[in-house]
């Protein structure tokens, strides 16, 4: 994050700069090149910014629907285990394989449909 602030500093020093040469080279007075070069630098470093902003925001919608794809996963994967936990200590073993099997096919369904769109 700081080189990118000081890659921002360096680019609108330079685009303030070379302004100045251009405006000057066309025989403008001095209050002209520094008006219009103050003006389009603070142009570009606005657009700059605005766009690193609208990286973050971004990146942080990103990140939120990660986080909820995780829950989610979460929440899926710990009922069906909790299902084969309490079944597995159950006397009969025709619920208890019919259980463990709804389980895994829930477990399946979670990995195929949820995971794959972290």
């Known amino acids: 994050m700081f080189l990118l602030a000081v890659a921002t500093a360096i680019i609108v020093c330079l685009i303030g700069v070379g302004l100045d040469m251009l405006i000057l080279h066309e025989h403008e007075t001095r209050r002209v090149a520094i008006e219009v070069s103050d003006t389009l630098g603070g142009l570009v470093a606005g657009v700059l910014s605005f766009r690193l902003l609208q990286y973050e925001r971004e990146r942080r919608a990103r990140l939120r629907q ?3 794809i995780i829950a989610d996963m ?3 994967v710990r009922n069906a285990l909790q299902v ?3 079944h597995a200590y159950s006397s009969a073993d025709k619920e208890q ?3 463990v099997r709804e389980s895994m096919e829930r477990i399946q369904w ?3 449909e949820v995971l794959p769109k972290l």
């Open 66 to 68: 990660k986080i909820a």
């Open 74 to 76: 979460n929440h899926h």
């Open 84 to 86: 084969i936990s309490f």
């Open 97 to 99: 394989i019919e259980a």
């Open 110 to 112: 979670a990995l195929k």
